[in-house]
């Protein structure tokens, strides 16, 4: 049988591992969006071409244009014109979402960490006026 000690020990192990990987989680995707720049939204129409569908843009300065993967063309659902984002840094960059895959799966991962660490946190002190 788990001791009220003990389980104050794992509450406080959690608590901490929670919150660390939680700040190591943010700090990464901090990394990430600094790594990636900032991507600007505007509209993409969708021409069929030899390759493929292919996807043009305008940015400020040119017209980019790419092929699309067939995930995104099953996303698009066979319309005309898209919303796009557009790296600032590298134009011809081009993605169907304002974040990457990456990013959402650190920040789920944080949220996920965080919770730990807080339910463990208040389950800890709630322990501890019940001892009391």
Known sequence: MVTSDQLGTILE???WIGFGVAVLCAFAILLWRS???DYEKTEAIVVAEDEGLV????????VEHRPLDPHEIDEIKGKDKIPVYYSRR????MRLHP???GEKILGLLLAITAAVGVLAAVTS???LLIES
Do not use: I, N, Q, Y
């Open 13 to 15: 192990l959690f608590t």
């Open 35 to 37: 790594a990636e720049g």
């Open 55 to 62: 996807a043009r843009w305008m940015t400020d300065d040119a």
């Open 90 to 93: 590298v134009p011809g960059r």
């Open 99 to 101: 974040r990457s895959a």
């Open 125 to 127: 002190v709630v322990l």
